[in-house]
């Protein structure tokens, strides 16, 4: 069983920045891609990153295209989240998934990954 914790949220001005990470537990981590997803209030979840097995290739959701970087360290067990630039419209509970294979198709799709963390809150004020 895969558990993914969340860390690193908080409340921070419109322009500054945030890194947050997502700890993993149980099974091999290097096995497992790894995606970044936000919902907010009233709105469905949406897709915002994505790091293969290995941290080779990464996507973005064009809406944090050239602010947000994701990467990962499997020594570490860990991937990360820099949030720069940040903006009111990124406020959101923040969560990352975890899947067992990497699909151009379905890789900002939420259904296709198995396990999830528990969300942390980004709160960007204007």
């Known amino acids: 069983q895969v558990q993914l914790v969340e860390s690193g949220g908080g409340l921070v001005q419109a322009g500054g920045s945030l890194r947050l990470s997502c700890a993993a537990s149980?099974?091999?981590?290097?096995?497992?891609?790894v995606g970044w997803f936000r919902q907010a209030p009233g709105k469905e979840r949406e897709f915002v990153a994505a790091?293969?097995?290995?941290?080779?290739?990464?996507n973005y959701a064009n809406s944090v295209k050239g602010r947000f970087t994701i990467s990962r360290d499997n020594a570490k067990n860990a991937v990360w989240l820099q949030m720069n630039s940040l903006k009111p419209e990124d406020t959101a509970v923040y969560s990352c998934?975890?899947?067992?294979?990497?699909?151009?198709?379905?890789?900002?799709?939420?259904?296709?990954?198995?396990?999830w963390g528990q969300g942390t809150q980004v709160t960007v004020s204007s």
């Open positions: 790091i293969s097995r290995a941290g080779v290739i990464t």
């Open positions: 149980g099974g091999t981590f290097s096995a497992w891609s």
């Open positions: 998934a975890s899947r067992s294979d990497w699909n151009t198709v379905t890789m900002s799709r939420s259904f296709a990954y198995t396990y």
